[in-house]
């Protein structure tokens, strides 16, 4: 949603802004990831894939970042 909120403005530099708060947004996630899996909701099967697939998502948001601030 903060990808689709920051490509709704006018310039590069606010939506790099966006893609940097959809970064964050995406700690978020893995801490609740965390969180659940210590009280046991998720098994640790489930846990490391779905790290993974996260690790994969921060890194397409971080490549998203640098080449946006990078034109901007």
Known sequence: MNL???GA??????????????LGSCEEVRYQLLFVKDLGYIDIKDYERIENKYEHIKMMLSKLFLRVAESG
Do not use: M, Q
């Not at 403005?9 to 959809?22: L, S």
């Open 9 to 22: 403005r006018e310039t590069e530099k606010d939506f790099a802004r966006f893609v940097n708060i959809a």
């Open 4 to 6: 689709v909120e920051g």
